[in-house]
């Protein structure tokens, strides 16, 4: 693969992440003027309230900062890897690239809530419910990729490997039941094999990390021992942030996010750079 396609690919991805983002602000933005949303929520049974330091949040409103955060991490990870990846080839940084721009598809959940308070039909949001869940799914297997090419894979047809992870996520989620009518506090109906999914999101995160262990002896360089540590640091963000669990562990999250993926993109080009 020639630096012209992949500089290429890199601006449609941060192309994607920013449309992504914008579709994000604008739903949030429609929800803020819907003054039945908490009703809804409360008839839904996925209302509550979180404590933080005093300050009493919403856990609607904590699901809309996480979506964007995660939004946010996207496009400015996506412009570091523009910035950074101008002369050097990396083809971990080609699928960890992938895997950002899938963080910016958690624009769905906020649009999922628009097109339910307005009425939409079960089918409807199952359908978005599937494609975010697809999406998970390619985002995991290029993060997979990743971990492979860090501990020794050699392959120039990169994008036909993206094509590949495609069809298998597109696969895998349009096999999934959806439990239409049950929601999650993420703002989705409720996704069957929930602990598969997540156990499978686990083991890919666990083995890409260890891929990149192993990087260190394969390459002889200790520099992927800190590379190793970003892609867990951010993996974890990643999957906290898509979880609404409470506003302290969302800013953990965030701090981790952005430490662990500034960690892999700087370590990786400093790598390159001298190969």
């Known amino acids: 693969m020639t630096l012209q396609i992949r500089r290429r690919t890199y601006w449609i991805l941060f192309g994607i992440s920013c449309a992504s983002s914008l579709l994000a602000?604008?739903?949030s933005a429609i929800l803020a003027?819907?003054?039945?949303?908490?009703?809804f929520l409360i008839e839904q049974g996925i209302y509550s309230i979180h404590d933080f330091f005093g300050l009493r949040v919403p856990s609607h409103i904590l699901s809309l900062m996480d979506v964007a955060a995660l939004c946010g991490f996207a496009v400015i990870g996506q412009a570091f890897v523009l910035r950074?990846?101008?002369?050097?080839?990396?083809?971990?940084?080609?699928?960890?690239?992938?895997?950002?721009?899938c963080a910016s598809f958690e624009a769905l959940r906020p649009l999922r809530l628009v097109l339910a308070l307005g009425g939409s039909a079960d089918g409807v949001l199952a359908v978005v419910?599937?494609?975010?869940?697809?999406?998970?799914?390619?985002?995991?297997?290029?993060?997979?990729?990743?971990?492979?090419?860090?501990?020794?894979?050699?392959?120039?047809?990169?994008?036909?490997?993206?094509?590949?992870?495609?069809?298998?996520?597109?696969?895998?989620?349009?096999?999934?039941p959806v439990n239409s009518g049950i929601w999650d506090r993420t703002l989705l109906f409720k996704v069957g094999y929930g602990n598969l999914i997540n156990g499978f999101s686990f083991s890919i995160i666990i083995i890409t990390i260890m891929n990149y262990l192993?990087?260190?002896?394969?390459?002889?360089?200790?520099?992927?021992?800190?590379?190793?540590?970003?892609?867990?640091?951010?993996?974890?963000?990643?999957?906290?942030?898509?979880?609404d669990i409470s506003p302290l562990a969302s800013l953990l999250a965030l701090l981790a996010l952005g430490g662990g993926s500034w960690l892999?993109?700087?370590?990786?080009?400093?790598?390159?750079?001298?190969?």
């Open 25 to 27: 602000l604008s739903a």
């Open 264 to 275: 892999f993109i700087k370590k990786l080009h400093s790598f390159y750079l001298w190969q």
């Open 214 to 243: 192993i990087s260190t002896r394969v390459r002889g360089d200790r520099s992927f021992y800190y590379i190793a540590l970003g892609i867990a640091a951010s993996t974890a963000g990643t999957f906290l942030l898509s979880k």
């Open 129 to 176: 419910d599937k494609f975010y869940t697809g999406v998970k799914f390619f985002g995991f297997s290029c993060l997979f990729i990743s971990g492979l090419f860090a501990s020794g894979m050699r392959n120039e047809k990169q994008l036909s490997i993206v094509a590949v992870c495609a069809a298998i996520s597109i696969a895998l989620a349009s096999r999934l």
């Open 33 to 39: 003027f819907k003054g039945n949303l908490p009703v």
């Open 84 to 101: 950074s990846f101008k002369q050097t080839v990396s083809a971990e940084v080609f699928f960890f690239a992938f895997w950002m721009c």
